[in-house]
T-cell receptor
Framework: ELKVEQNPLFLSMQEGKNYTIYCNYS?????LYWYRQDPGKSLESLFV?????AVKQEGRLMASLDTKARLSTLHITAAVHDLSATYFC???????????????FGQGTILTVHP | DGGITQSPKYLFRKEGQNVTLSCEQN?????MYWYRQDPGQGLRLIYY???????QKGDIAEGYSVSREKKESFPLTVTSAQKNPTAFYLC???????????FGPGTRLTVT
């Protein structure tokens, strides 16, 4: 059974600081997704990571994937208040197969950025 | 406007009643998914469908049923057999299972 663990689960940051959220998973996979969720809202896709060593950046967020270590990171640079939200990683459990789409989500990291 | 719609946004039901949640997409996506989210937790997969007239159980299918008679529609029925149905339900779709999933706005179901 695929398990996905994020840490930390709660992150309180000062504006302007840097931090990293970690996503570990338990079985082989070569597809990992990061999503953002604002309170009471749906999920917004942030990054799609499809191979070992993949790195994607958008604004103050950068995501990477190390399939050998079964680890993805979401790095936040110079945080601003607008980044306050819950961030989820999701792993596709069908590594190298012909059938994808069965995602297992981490518990989510609640990020609060304050002045 | 292309997108995924879920209705209603809020739904209240009495225990013992079946209830059907609607999910429609006009993105011409082949694959559709239903997830459940409980407070402070991640999403858990209930059912998914990769093509019309075919669907598979996800991790927590007990007490739920689905149909996929049309490409654009994937309704979820929460039956009275679901022991704790109160939750936020999210529908998603993707062009194929190989692509990222796009989420609808969700339906918040409360059963008392």
């Amino acid at each position: 059974e695929l398990k996905v663990e994020q840490n930390p689960l709660f992150l309180s940051m000062q504006e302007g600081k840097n931090y990293t959220i970690y996503c570990n998973y338990s079985t082989t996979s070569d597809r990992l997704y990061w999503y953002r969720q604002d309170p009471g809202k749906s999920l917004e896709s942030l990054f799609v990571l499809l191979s070992n060593g993949a790195v994607k950046q958008e604004g103050r967020l950068m995501a990477s994937l190390d399939t050998k270590a079964r680890l993805s990171t979401l790095h936040i640079t110079a945080a601003v208040h607008d980044l306050s939200a819950t961030y989820f990683c999701a792993v596709d459990g069908q590594a190298g197969g012909t059938s994808y789409g069965k995602l297992t989500f981490g518990q989510g990291t609640i990020l609060t950025v304050h002045p | 406007d292309g997108g995924i719609t879920q209705s209603p946004k809020y739904l209240f039901r009495k225990e013992g009643q079946n209830v059907t949640l609607s999910c429609e997409q006009n993105l011409n996506h082949d694959a559709m998914y239903w997830y459940r989210q409980d407070p402070g937790q991640g999403l858990r997969l209930i059912y998914y469908s990769q093509i019309v007239n075919d669907f598979q159980k996800g991790d927590i299918a007990e007490g739920y049923s689905v149909s996929r008679e049309k490409k654009e529609s994937f309704p979820l029925t929460v039956t009275s057999a679901q022991k704790n149905p109160t939750a936020f339900y999210l529908c998603a779709s993707s062009p194929s299972p190989h692509y990222e999933q796009y989420f609808g706005p969700g339906t918040r179901l409360t059963v008392t």
